[in-house]
């Protein structure tokens, strides 16, 4: 596959708007690549395998392209092509626009916006330093001059404001006011966001005439790597009086649904969940735990009917609460990422809704 063909590809699924194919042919992901790039748990060095290396930028897959110390969780990637130009849809630029993007990373999605719009209307933040540096050479390297700034993107950049848009590439729990505040009215944020429970989808957010809030649906099914300082954390805590009991539902039911596990999500925030394959367990059983950092439950994904197959310890009935909170998103016709949408208010107050913003849930 050459970068015409994925293009090709990308605007042939309709992934790809046309008023995006020439800037995609013109600005390809492998000059805003590093040399070294995770694929599917292995790294490929472009210096010693430059074959695989080129195989895989010019793919449809995400690339990581750095983890956290000592870890092998990512903590900056390259996108995969469709999910960029998915988004690059739902953003609806259009000249003269000013944009700015939180998170640089590569500088990909930077350069994309640079080349339609005009470097000197795109401001792009990234926290890290190595990451914006490197990127900020990158993009110089293809003449794309935009504003790479070291900085905490969640804090914006207040001397650009105001913006027509503002596209965020890291997953939020939550937006931050002051985003809102530098984006004008009826300009449009972009969110990758999530909970603890689910992670995510993408929220197309309007600011109100007033500039004191944004609303919008979630428009795609997506996950992204958290913004640094919101990673979910599952906290310490203690398991004392466990309660046992069957369950009324099949965790997997949960676990395999996208649709169902963001509902939760939603309706309970700040609960955590896993799957967990432990070596304490019955042969060919897992279990599906929750906690809030205090409480905590599991539930057997084998013989969830059986005496103990769900045990809950402390204040809280955690998988009563799922439970429930299921059979609301059954009630509702199971419904799925694009009939829930969110609204933000400069204040910090965070509401999601069903269908209509005054039906709010959680």
């Known amino acids: ?101 939180v998170g640089t990373g590569t500088g990909w999605t930077a350069g994309l916006l640079a080349r339609r719009l005009g470097a000197d209307r795109v401001v792009t933040v990234e926290t890290d330093p190595g990451l914006g540096i490197d990127a900020r050479a990158r993009l110089a390297a293809m003449g794309l001059h935009p504003d790479v700034l070291v900085a905490d993107g969640m804090l914006g950049h207040p001397a650009g404001a105001p913006y027509d848009r503002v596209h965020l590439t890291a997953a939020v729990q939550r937006l931050p006011g002051t985003l809102i505040e530098q984006t004008r009215p009826g300009g449009v944020l972009l969110v990758p966001y999530g909970t603890a429970f689910c992670n995510g989808a993408l929220a197309r957010l309007v600011v109100a005439d007033d500039g004191r809030s944004a609303t919008g649906p979630f428009v795609e099914d997506v996950a992204f790597m958290w913004v640094r300082d919101q990673r979910p954390d599952s906290g310490e805590f203690d ?46 059983t897992g279990r599906f735990e929750v906690w809030d950092g205090v409480s905590y439950a599991h ?64």
Do not use: N
């Open 239 to 284: 398991i004392d009086e466990v309660r046992h009991g069957p369950s009324e539902i099949d965790p997997a039911e949960i676990a395999d649904s996208t649709d169902a596990a963001f509902a939760i999500g939603l309706r309970l925030p700040g609960l955590f969940r896993q799957d967990v394959w432990a070596g304490y367990d019955r042969l060919g």
């Open 299 to 362: 539930c057997r994904l084998a013989d969830r009917r059986a005496g103990h197959a769900v045990s809950q310890s402390g204040p809280r009935d955690l998988w009563d609460e799922v439970t429930a909170a299921y059979h609301w998103w059954e009630r509702q016709r199971r419904p799925g990422l694009d009939r829930f949408g969110l609204t933000v208010t400069v204040a910090g107050e965070h509401r999601a809704w069903l269908d209509d913003p005054d039906h709010v849930i959680g």
């Open 1 to 101: 596959m050459t970068w015409d063909t994925l293009t090709d590809a990308l605007r042939d699924s309709g992934a790809l708007p046309a008023d995006w194919e020439k800037v995609f042919r013109s600005t390809p992901r492998y000059r805003l690549t590093p040399d070294r790039i995770g694929v599917d748990g292995a790294w490929i060095d472009r210096l010693t395998d430059p074959r695989r290396w080129t195989e895989a930028v010019v793919s449809d897959q995400p690339l990581v392209t750095q983890v956290y110390d000592g870890t092998a969780t990512a903590s900056s990637s390259s996108s995969m092509p469709t999910v960029v130009a998915k988004m690059l849809g739902h953003l609806d630029v259009a000249d003269g626009m000013r944009v700015l993007e």
